[in-house]
């Protein structure tokens, strides 16, 4: 077994994909693995994902990583959950916010109790019901893991930050000698021709680079994974039209918001991430509806603040590999595929993608049974986040434009449009397996998008009138105790994790 162990593991590419890899890697293996990055300075990353979701507080504990000091050097705040403007209907606002809605009674789920409610006259919205919408709405935030006196659990929450800093930061923390720096640009893979594996990388400067197993971290060329190996990609644009991005920071102006806010526009849908030093913005839009010429002309004309800078374009094809991991290559990050950023889930595949493969490290042989299964495993993963996303498309009212008509119309996979019917029909919502988003997450976007179910749970009906008026009153009066005394977002991060004021200066100028 030793001498087929797996000693030399090599990434091919920086960014946050690469260095998270490496951090994770290091720590998991340990000091008797060789990890090497290989990056070049002269080839820029992506570096627009600035928003997470709560899984990333598990990186955070895995890799021993203090939370105040990480948002200090990201530039960095808190994120309670997305606000959505003008996805079902021109006016539309509601919040996919993280953690419950509501408190579960017996064997039901809250919301077939609200339902009722509604059915009976009572107007108070579902959002009335999630201490994270309450909050958020009023630009609140602190640390809360339990609703003190109560059942009610506390605040989920994630981060927003700077993730080219991000990816600094991460490097910044693997212990002295753990993963070794390559600068130089792959020119050449040298596949062995026994088996096809991946035997050695070629750089520019002539240096010949051998390992047991590679990681292409490389972005959406997938130089190793596609360009070696050819694995093949599944391309699900005709679900997720979107094809283009636009990505401008812009100067503070007015609170940090605690969510990210997305907001539909003609062809696609604009972001505004609120850091310390300045707002991220873009600007993701389908190129068949609008040019990119009007589309740079409509994000400027939505910035909060002052533009810094012109708009940076990036082109993308969403979907996945076909092999994930192929024979002694494995692909994460861009690499991999690609889920547009409207549910900040980038970040999260890749460490959900290096989770998995630590459950399954192989030997040089890597077993195709295992393999297999590791593909899966991934495709599953990344199909459930594809329906979760295409729901915002096609749960739409919207007619005023060609790209929302398109949408509303589209068909869709079985899956989703299984999911959808037995929502409209039961209120039903099943999470299959370990699916990334749970069943309160599904239901805030269909309630929240006007997929109205005909019929709750029958046995909801069975908790008298009287009951169910305190028991919904008790946890509205719960929640809006709670979020009552929580300092402003802007206060907490001022007291617990604030960057200095000249730092604040200098990374604003540095961005302009």
């Not at 970040?347 to 295992?370: E, N, T, Y």
Request: proline share 4%; charged share 20%; aromatic share 10%.
């Amino acid at each position: 077994m030793k001498e087929n162990a797996i000693r030399r593991v090599v990434i091919v590419g920086g960014g946050t994909a690469g260095w998270l890899a490496a951090a994770l890697l290091a720590r998991a293996l340990g000091p008797t693995r060789e990890i090497r990055l290989i990056e070049s300075a002269q080839i820029g990353t992506v570096g627009v994902g600035e928003a997470t979701i709560p899984q990333i507080l598990h990186i955070n504990a895995f890799l021993g990583i203090d939370e105040a000091e990480m948002l200090r050097v990201t530039h960095g705040t808190y994120k309670l959950g997305v606000q959505l403007e003008n996805f079902g209907r021109l006016g539309d606002s509601y919040l996919h916010g993280f953690g419950d809605v509501g408190l579960p009674l017996g064997l039901l789920p809250f919301h077939h109790y609200w339902l009722r409610a509604r059915a009976e006259g009572d107007t108070h919205s579902l959002w009335d019901y999630s201490l994270n919408a309450v909050a958020a709405a009023k630009d609140r935030y602190a640390r809360l893991d339990k609703v003190p006196n109560s059942p009610l659990a506390g605040l989920r929450y994630a981060y927003q930050f700077d993730a080219a800093h991000y990816a600094q930061y991460l490097r910044s923390k693997i212990p002295e000698g753990a993963v070794c720096r390559t600068e130089g640009k792959v020119v050449d893979v040298n596949l062995r021709g026994t088996d096809g594996f991946i035997e050695s990388l070629q750089l520019d400067s002539g240096e010949i680079i051998e390992g047991d197993f590679f990681v292409d971290c490389s972005g959406f060329r997938g130089l190793l994974i596609e360009g070696a190996l050819t694995s093949g990609y599944e391309n699900w644009q005709q679900w997720l039209p979107c094809d283009r991005a636009l990505a401008v920071g812009s100067t503070r102006n007015g609170p940090m918001h605690p969510y990210t806010l997305a907001t539909a526009r003609s062809a696609g849908w604009q972001w505004r991430i609120d850091l310390q030093h300045r707002t991220g913005n873009g600007h993701v839009y389908c190129s068949h509806f609008i040019s990119d010429d009007e589309a740079a002309a409509q994000v400027l004309a939505n910035l909060p603040g002052e533009a810094m800078g012109d708009p940076r374009p990036l082109r993308f094809v969403t979907g996945t590999r076909k092999l994930v991991w192929n024979r002694n290559c494995l692909a994460l990050g861009l690499a991999a595929g690609f889920m547009e950023p409207l549910e900040s889930t980038t970040i999260h595949l890749v460490q959900s993608g290096v989770a998995r493969f630590l459950g399954m490290f192989p030997d040089k042989h890597c077993d195709p049974r295992l393999v297999d299964t590791y593909n899966r495993q991934t495709r599953f993963e990344y199909e459930h986040v594809r329906d979760f996303l295409i729901l915002h498309y096609k749960a739409t009212e919207r007619d005023d434009t060609p790209f929302w008509r398109q949408c509303g119309a589209m068909d869709v996979p079985e899956s989703l449009a299984q999911r959808i019917d037995l929502f409209r029909r039961t209120g039903l919502i099943f999470r299959e397996a370990d699916e990334l988003f749970t069943e309160v997450a599904w239901l805030q976007v269909l309630l929240g998008q006007r997929v109205e179910p005909q019929h709750y749970h029958p046995l909801a009906d069975e908790l008298e009138d009287s009951k169910l008026k305190g028991f919904l009153s008790d946890i509205r009066t719960l929640v809006n105790r709670a979020a009552a005394p929580l300092p402003t977002h802007d206060e907490f991060v001022a007291r617990t994790c604030a960057v200095p004021a000249e730092h604040l200066r200098e990374a604003a100028g540095s961005a302009s």
